[in-house]
T-cell receptor, first 112, second 112 residues
Framework: SQTIHQWPATLVQPVGSPLSLECTVE??????LYWYRQAAGRGLQLLFY??????ISSEVPQNLSASRPQDRQFILSSKKLLLSDSGFYLC???????????FGPGTRLTVL | GENVEQHPSTLSVQEGDSAVIKCTYS??????FPWYKQELGKRPQLIID?????GEKKDQRIAVTLNKTAKHFSLHITETQPEDSAVYFC???????????FGKGTLLTVNP
């Protein structure tokens, strides 16, 4: 069966520090991968999505970037965090023939 | 791009009553409409979805209706229970295996 992992689960970082969040999917190949951010009490904002290795589409201009170095690995990065980057970051996947997106457990990021 | 509006933002009902959450979308090309439930601090999970070739779909106490002409769809929960308390998100997608645009969510509280 397929599973999706995210780490770390929680993170507290100072303003101006770098960021790297990782998402991996097991049990499937060539998934579509997505990064969402959810601010406190708010909806799900799509940040990036990827349909294959090295293929990244950005939905919202910001100081974040994404990379897909391997088929089932999706990384969210920042060189310098802002206070407004705080939130709950969710990775999701789906694949051919399946509309449903499956979400990972999320990373709760607090920028101080 | 697609825009999804969701109402109400909060909904409080008594146990046993029905709850209805409504969404409208802007892109007439959208043809996949999922509903996700998110409990506090947890990941969103799909509870029901509908495709544009269907007008209504039921799964036990949950039903979704779709009006493509008016571009709106609704979630109906009957005989609500305290464990139905959560944030519910609607979403829309223009095609299979593609990115979702989410509504801002509805906080449903079921009072015992």
């Amino acid at each position: 069966s397929q599973t999706i992992h995210q780490w770390p689960a929680t993170l507290v970082q100072p303003v101006g520090s770098p960021l790297s969040l990782e998402c991996t999917v097991e049990g499937t190949s060539n998934p579509n991968l997505y990064w969402y951010r959810q601010a406190a009490g708010r909806g799900l904002q799509l940040l990036f999505y990827s349909v294959g290795i090295g293929q990244i589409s950005s939905e919202v201009p910001q100081n974040l970037s994404a990379s897909r170095p391997q088929d089932r690995q999706f990384i969210l990065s920042s060189k310098k965090l802002l206070l407004s980057d705080s939130g709950f970051y969710l990775c999701a996947w789906n694949t051919g023939g399946i509309d449903e997106q499956f979400f990972g457990p999320g990373t709760r990021l607090t920028v101080l | 791009g697609e825009n999804v509006e969701q109402h109400p933002s909060t909904l409080s009902v008594q146990e046993g009553d029905s709850a209805v959450i409504k969404c409208t979308y802007s892109d007439s090309a959208s043809n996949y409409f999922p509903w996700y439930k998110q409990e506090l601090g947890k990941r969103p999970q799909l509870i029901i979805d509908i495709r544009s070739n269907v007008g209504e779909k039921k799964d036990q106490r949950i039903a979704v209706t779709l009006n493509k002409t008016a571009k709106h769809f609704s979630l109906h929960i009957t005989e609500t229970q305290p464990e139905d308390s959560a944030v519910y998100f609607c979403a829309a997608s223009p095609r299979s295996n593609y990115k979702l645009t989410f509504g801002k969510g509805t906080l449903l509280t079921v009072n015992p």
